[in-house]
Nanobody
Framework: QVQLVESGGGLVQAGGSLRLSCAAS????????MGWVRQAPGKEREFVAR??????RYADSVKGRFTISRDNAKNTVYLQMNSLKPEDTAVYYC??????????????WGQGTQVTVSS
Protein backbone atom coordinates (compact mmCIF):
# COMPACT_ATOMS: atom_id res chain seq x y z
CA GLN A 1 0.00 0.00 0.00
CA VAL A 2 1.28 3.44 -0.96
CA GLN A 3 -0.18 6.82 -0.07
CA LEU A 4 0.72 9.78 -2.25
CA VAL A 5 0.51 13.51 -1.54
CA GLU A 6 1.27 16.08 -4.24
CA SER A 7 2.34 19.67 -3.77
CA GLY A 8 3.79 22.53 -5.78
CA GLY A 9 0.98 23.43 -8.13
CA GLY A 10 -0.11 26.99 -8.77
CA LEU A 11 -0.60 29.77 -11.27
CA VAL A 12 2.24 30.67 -13.62
CA GLN A 13 2.62 32.68 -16.81
CA ALA A 14 3.40 30.99 -20.09
CA GLY A 15 7.10 30.33 -20.37
CA GLY A 16 7.48 29.97 -16.64
CA SER A 17 8.42 27.00 -14.48
CA LEU A 18 7.00 24.97 -11.63
CA ARG A 19 8.24 21.97 -9.70
CA LEU A 20 5.75 19.44 -8.44
CA SER A 21 6.56 17.10 -5.58
CA CYS A 22 4.92 13.86 -4.55
CA ALA A 23 5.63 12.46 -1.11
CA ALA A 24 4.97 8.76 -0.71
CA SER A 25 4.42 6.69 2.38
CA UNK A 26 5.58 3.13 2.73
CA UNK A 27 8.89 1.38 3.09
CA UNK A 28 8.92 -0.01 -0.46
CA UNK A 29 8.83 3.28 -2.35
CA UNK A 30 12.04 2.52 -4.22
CA UNK A 31 10.48 -0.60 -5.74
CA UNK A 32 7.60 1.28 -7.37
CA UNK A 33 7.45 2.76 -10.81
CA MET A 34 6.20 6.31 -10.31
CA GLY A 35 4.33 8.43 -12.77
CA TRP A 36 2.68 11.77 -13.34
CA VAL A 37 -0.68 12.00 -15.05
CA ARG A 38 -2.74 15.10 -15.80
CA GLN A 39 -6.36 15.84 -16.49
CA ALA A 40 -7.59 19.00 -18.15
CA PRO A 41 -11.22 20.10 -17.83
CA GLY A 42 -13.49 17.99 -19.99
CA LYS A 43 -10.68 15.65 -21.01
CA GLU A 44 -9.53 12.20 -20.01
CA ARG A 45 -6.49 11.60 -17.87
CA GLU A 46 -3.29 11.86 -19.89
CA PHE A 47 0.07 10.25 -19.22
CA VAL A 48 2.84 12.81 -18.64
CA ALA A 49 5.95 10.95 -17.43
CA ARG A 50 7.11 7.91 -15.52
CA UNK A 51 10.30 6.85 -13.79
CA UNK A 52 11.44 3.38 -12.88
CA UNK A 53 14.63 2.20 -11.21
CA UNK A 54 16.74 3.10 -14.22
CA UNK A 55 14.75 4.80 -16.93
CA UNK A 56 12.30 7.56 -17.69
CA ARG A 57 9.68 8.08 -20.33
CA TYR A 58 7.75 11.18 -21.38
CA ALA A 59 4.70 12.04 -23.38
CA ASP A 60 5.64 13.68 -26.67
CA SER A 61 3.81 16.83 -25.62
CA VAL A 62 6.18 17.46 -22.69
CA LYS A 63 9.43 15.94 -23.94
CA GLY A 64 12.29 18.39 -23.64
CA ARG A 65 10.35 20.65 -21.24
CA PHE A 66 9.51 18.41 -18.28
CA THR A 67 11.87 16.29 -16.18
CA ILE A 68 10.82 13.55 -13.79
CA SER A 69 13.15 12.51 -10.99
CA ARG A 70 13.01 10.67 -7.70
CA ASP A 71 14.78 10.69 -4.36
CA ASN A 72 14.33 7.27 -2.80
CA ALA A 73 15.89 8.40 0.48
CA LYS A 74 13.09 10.97 0.81
CA ASN A 75 10.33 8.81 -0.70
CA THR A 76 9.65 11.64 -3.12
CA VAL A 77 9.18 11.99 -6.85
CA TYR A 78 9.41 15.32 -8.65
CA LEU A 79 8.23 16.83 -11.90
CA GLN A 80 10.20 19.86 -13.04
CA MET A 81 8.13 21.73 -15.60
CA ASN A 82 9.81 24.38 -17.74
CA SER A 83 8.63 26.46 -20.69
CA LEU A 84 5.06 25.98 -19.58
CA LYS A 85 2.25 26.52 -22.06
CA PRO A 86 -1.45 27.29 -21.52
CA GLU A 87 -2.25 23.80 -22.79
CA ASP A 88 -0.35 22.38 -19.80
CA THR A 89 -3.14 23.63 -17.56
CA ALA A 90 -4.59 20.64 -15.72
CA VAL A 91 -4.84 18.83 -12.43
CA TYR A 92 -1.62 16.87 -12.06
CA TYR A 93 -1.72 13.53 -10.28
CA CYS A 94 1.08 11.45 -8.89
CA UNK A 95 0.57 7.74 -9.47
CA UNK A 96 2.37 4.55 -8.61
CA UNK A 97 2.56 0.93 -9.58
CA UNK A 98 2.49 0.55 -13.35
CA UNK A 99 5.28 0.35 -15.91
CA UNK A 100 2.86 1.86 -18.38
CA UNK A 101 1.80 4.96 -20.22
CA UNK A 102 -1.86 4.05 -19.70
CA UNK A 103 -3.20 5.91 -16.65
CA UNK A 104 -5.79 3.17 -16.10
CA UNK A 105 -3.06 0.72 -15.15
CA UNK A 106 -1.73 2.65 -12.17
CA UNK A 107 -2.69 1.27 -8.76
CA UNK A 108 -2.23 4.21 -6.42
CA TRP A 109 -3.13 7.88 -6.82
CA GLY A 110 -2.61 11.15 -5.03
CA GLN A 111 -5.34 13.76 -4.64
CA GLY A 112 -3.97 15.97 -7.42
CA THR A 113 -2.58 19.49 -7.59
CA GLN A 114 -3.82 22.23 -9.90
CA VAL A 115 -1.46 23.79 -12.43
CA THR A 116 -2.74 26.83 -14.30
CA VAL A 117 -0.71 28.48 -17.05
CA SER A 118 -1.88 31.91 -18.18
CA SER A 119 -1.19 33.27 -21.64
Amino acid sequence: QVQLVESGGGLVQAGGSLRLSCAASGRTFSSYVMGWVRQAPGKEREFVARISWSSTRYADSVKGRFTISRDNAKNTVYLQMNSLKPEDTAVYYCAAGAYSTDPREYDYWGQGTQVTVSS
